[in-house]
């Protein structure tokens, strides 16, 4: 579905007004939306989906389209091998020498979401460390890097 002027307009006002909210209000508050003009109904949001609207109406105000994707709470070790881009038994020697924590369901191994983002997080940084070092090397070697 593609945005509109009027519809980047309403999200750029709708964020402001929830960003000036936000801030006057403890982080775990619940939220109050009224929906609809005449017939309006109220609901109540948790703090997360007060979160989650934030960043949708960022998004949408910067004439983005969006989708909302759930993140399950725990992952198998074929899940998570597709999450890193790398093979399940990789993944399982990971978890295996501690380098990522798991817990068993009977026999089948599980991964948090949380930790297994954690893990790629730090694994990242390394990468872009490493880079960081190696273009530094090349530039002082006069590699015409």
Do not use: C
Not at 33 to 39: E, K
């Amino acid at each position: 579905m593609e945005l509109t002027k009027e519809d980047i307009l309403l999200a750029q006002t709708g964020r402001r007004t929830l960003r000036e909210t936000i801030a006057k209000i403890p982080a775990k508050t619940t939220a109050r939306l009224t929906v609809g003009a005449g017939n309006s109904a109220e609901i109540n949001l948790p703090p997360q989906a007060v979160k989650a609207l934030t960043e949708v109406l960022e998004h949408l105000a910067n004439g983005e389209e969006v989708t909302v994707t759930s993140k399950p709470v725990e992952m198998t070790t074929q899940q998570a091998a597709d999450f890193l881009l790398v093979s399940r038994p990789f993944i399982v020697g990971l978890l295996e020498n501690g380098k990522i924590p798991f817990h068993k369901t009977g026999t089948h191994r599980r991964i948090r979401f949380d930790d297994l983002q954690a893990y790629k997080e730090k694994i990242d940084a390394q990468r872009l460390s490493t880079l960081e070092e190696l273009t530094k090397q090349a530039q002082e070697l006069n590699m015409g890097y």
